[in-house]
T-cell receptor, first 113, second 114 residues
Framework: DAGVIQSPRHEVTEMGQEVTLRCKPI?????LFWYRQTMMRGLELLIY????????DSGMPEDRFSAKMPNASFSTLKIQPSEPRDSAVYFC???????????FGEGSRLTVL | AQSVTQLDSHVSVSEGTPVLLRCNYS??????LFWYVQHPNKGLQLLLK????ATLVKGINGFEAEFKKSETSFHLTKPSAHMSDAAEYFC????????????WGAGTKLIIKP
């Protein structure tokens, strides 16, 4: 298996623009997680899905952030409009049922100017 | 409620000397515990996990950790540090009362001096 695949790896955009980050989890994994990592706040869980259904989005910072999982092999995290304080590395991770082990993608580094 | 505390934000050791990264947890249940490693500009990778089997857990790259219930600790060790071990290490606890809740430590940055 190729592991969790994220795209783009790097994104530089201007304030106010829409940003879409993409994730392909490991095949057969039931859970998908979106994390954000910054120097100031460390690793934060934004939202997670179980069987494509959002279970807990309490970590999503505000309405500008949205996440979808239209099928078992694809998820998106969208920021609209983006702001400089959204600059961070966004990680997607997946895991199977009844296991705590998360498999992470390599992250999408977002810079909002 | 579960929590995890990594006692050092930075640890600096010389190459070839032992590594000790400290982690204490709090859990009202028998926890599952993990150590993850993050190399610069990379994603996080599982080093090892404890899930109520053997208390001494061996992981990748020569790391191991010992679960000590009496001390509520899960310290990560390696007998001899290598330059490639320079990374950030995260201790994570998962409570048995939830199938998703992972509590992350703040991370310990391991610096290897030549």
């Amino acid at each position: 298996d190729a592991g969790v695949i994220q795209s783009p790896r790097h994104e530089v955009t201007e304030m106010g623009q829409e940003v879409t980050l993409r994730c392909k989890p490991i095949s057969g994994h039931d859970y998908l997680f979106w994390y954000r990592q910054t120097m100031m706040r460390g690793l934060e869980l934004l939202i997670y899905f179980n069987n494509n259904v959002p279970i807990d989005d309490s970590g999503m910072p505000e309405d500008r952030f949205s996440a979808k999982m239209p099928n078992a092999s694809f998820s998106t995290l969208k920021i609209q409009p983006s702001e400089p304080r959204d600059s961070a590395v966004y990680f997607c991770a997946s895991r199977g049922l009844n296991t705590g082990e998360l498999f992470f993608g390599e992250g999408s580094r977002l810079t909002v100017l | 409620a579960q929590s995890v505390t990594q006692l050092d934000s930075h640890v600096s050791v010389s190459e070839g000397t032992p590594v000790l990264l400290r982690c204490n947890y709090s859990s009202s249940y028998s926890p599952s515990l993990f150590w993850y490693v993050q190399h610069p500009n990379k994603g996080l990778q599982l080093l090892l996990k404890y899930t109520s089997a053997a208390t001494l857990v061996k992981g990748i790259n020569g790391f191991e950790a010992e679960f000590k219930k009496s001390e509520t600790s899960f310290h990560l060790t390696k007998p001899s540090a290598h330059m490639s071990d320079a990374a950030e290490y995260f201790c994570v606890v998962k409570g048995m009362d939830s199938n998703y809740q992972l509590i992350w430590g703040a991370g310990t940055k391991l610096i290897i001096k030549p």
